[in-house]
C-alpha cells in the first residue's frame, strides 16, 4: 500500500524500551519517526543518533509545539502517563503507552477519560498478544476449535540476573521499586491482558499471595522486594492460575487454556501453539500414540517457524509491529483501537486487587493476604 496517510510519530522516555519502539516505527509503512524526547537529553541525542531520527528535545512541551505530532509514544516509567497524556491530547496528538498504563486503576480511568474527552485515541503496548501464536490462538478460539474456555493457567517467568533484573537489584532507588506493587507491577499486565479476555464481563473473584524466595543480601530496600506471584482467579464458570516466577528455569512465558473441545498451549518464548493430544484408541496401542501426535505437532510448528523466519517475519517485536498497525489504522479510519478501553480497565482493577493483596500498606515486609 502507498496511500497510507504518514503519521509524524514522536517517542517520550528515551530509556532502554525506547529503541523497540523506535525500531519498530521505523519499518512500518505510513510512520515516520521525527522527534524524540526526554528530561536528560542527552538520552534524547543518544536515541536520536541511533535511529537516524532528525529532531530531539528535552522538554515535551517544546516537542509537542515544533513538531506538531499525530501520535506520541509514550515509553517513561507509569507515575507520569498520566500527565503526559495529557499533555499530549491537549496538543493533539493520539498516544501508546507502555505498560503499566498508571499506578491505580482510577488513575487509567482517568488517563482514558482524558483521551475520550480530547476526541484521541490511545493504546497500550500488550505487545506479545499480537504476536503470531497469539493471533494463530485467537483465530483458534473465534472459530471454536477449543470450544468454551473452563481453565486458564498463564504463567511468565523473569531473570533477575540478566541484565534488567541487575539494574533493578542493584539501585534500592530504581523507579520499579518505588511501584505500590513493584516487580509485580511492572509485569503482571502479561498475566492478566491474556486471562480477562477470556472472561465472561463480570468483576473477577482475585486471590492472590507473594512471597521471597531469594536470599537477602543487600541490606537495602531491595531486600524487601517480594520475587514469587501466585494468582487464583474466578469469574462464573471460568477459573484461571496465574503465576509470574523468578526463579524456575527456563525462563517460560507460556498460556494454557483448558476448553470444552479442546486444550491447547501458546508459547510466546518458543512461538508455539499446539494443541493437547488424548488417547482415542482403546488398549495399551492407543497409549502409544498421542506422544507421536505431540511430535508432529511441534515439528509443524517447527517447519512454519523456519517459513516465517525466510520471510522476515519472525522478528523479537513482531507482535508490536501488528499491534501498532492496527492502532495507526484505527486512527486513520476513526475506527475501534486493537484494544478495548473496557478491556485495559478490567486488567488494571485486577492489578489493584493482587497488589492490596500482595502489599498491604501495614503489611510485612513478608507480603502475604
Avoid at 508432529?296 to 523456519?306: A, D, F, H, P, T
Wanted: charged share 20%; aromatic share 8%.
Amino acid at each position: 500500500m502507498t496511500d497510507l496517510k504518514k503519521l509524524r510519530i514522536g517517542i517520550v522516555g528515551c530509556g532502554k524500551i525506547a529503541d523497540g519502539h523506535a525500531e519498530v516505527v521505523q519499518h512500518l509503512e505510513g510512520a515516520e519517526l521525527v522527534a524524540v524526547c526526554d528530561r536528560e537529553p542527552l538520552l534524547a541525542e543518544q536515541l536520536a543518533v541511533r535511529y537516524g531520527v532528525p529532531g530531539w528535545y528535552g522538554d515535551l512541551g517544546q516537542m509537542l509545539e515544533r513538531e506538531r505530532l499525530d501520535v506520541v509514544h509514550i515509553t517513561t516509567p507509569p507515575g507520569v502517563h498520566l500527565p503526559l497524556t495529557r499533555q499530549c491530547v491537549a496538543a493533539g496528538a493520539h498516544v501508546f503507552l507502555e505498560k503499566p498504563l498508571a499506578l491505580t486503576a482510577p488513575e487509567s480511568q482517568a488517563l482514558i477519560d482524558a483521551v475520550v474527552s480530547g476526541g484521541r485515541q490511545m493504546s497500550i503496548n500488550y505487545w506479545p498478544n499480537f504476536d503470531p501464536p497469539a493471533m494463530e490462538f485467537k483465530a483458534m478460539l473465534a472459530q471454536g476449535v477449543i470450544g468454551e474456555p473452563v481453565h486458564v493457567e498463564a504463567f511468565i517467568g523473569y531473570d533477575l540476573s540478566g541484565a534488567y533484573g541487575q539494574a533493578l537489584m542493584g539501585d534500592a532507588g530504581h523507579w520499579v521499586h518505588r511501584l505500590p506493587g513493584k516487580l509485580f507491577q511492572n509485569m503482571m499486565d502479561h498475566i492478566f491482558n491474556r486471562i480477562v479476555p477470556l472472561f465472561p464481563d463480570v468483576e473477577p473473584e482475585v486471590n492472590a499471595f507473594a512471597f521471597k524466595r531469594r536470599e537477602a543480601v543487600r541490606g537495602d530496600g531491595t531486600d524487601a522486594m517480594l520475587d514469587e506471584l501466585r494468582v487464583v482467579l474466578k469469574a462464573g464458570g471460568v477459573s484461571a492460575f496465574g503465576s509470574l516466577c523468578s526463579h524456575a528455569r527456563p525462563v517460560a512465558n507460556t498460556l494454557k487454556v483448558y476448553g470444552t473441545k479442546d486444550t491447547v498451549e501458546v508459547d510466546f518464548n518458543n512461538r508455539t501453539v499446539v494443541l493437547a493430544a488424548s488417547q482415542r484408541y482403546p488398549s495399551a496401542v492407543g497409549r502409544l500414540m498421542p506422544p507421536f501426535q505431540m511430535a508432529s505437532r511441534y515439528l509443524k510448528q517447527g517447519s512454519r517457524n523456519v517459513g516465517a523466519f525466510r520471510r522476515s517475519e519472525f522478528h523479537f517485536f513482531a507482535g508490536m509491529s501488528k499491534l501498532l498497525e492496527l492502532f495507526y489504522g484505527a486512527i486513520r479510519t476513526g475506527g475501534l483501537p486493537p484494544i478495548s478501553y473496557a478491556e485495559i480497565l478490567r486488567v488494571a482493577r485486577v492489578m489493584d486487587r493482587v497488589i492490596e493483596q500482595v502489599y498491604p500498606a501495614a503489611g510485612s515486609l513478608e507480603g502475604g493476604r
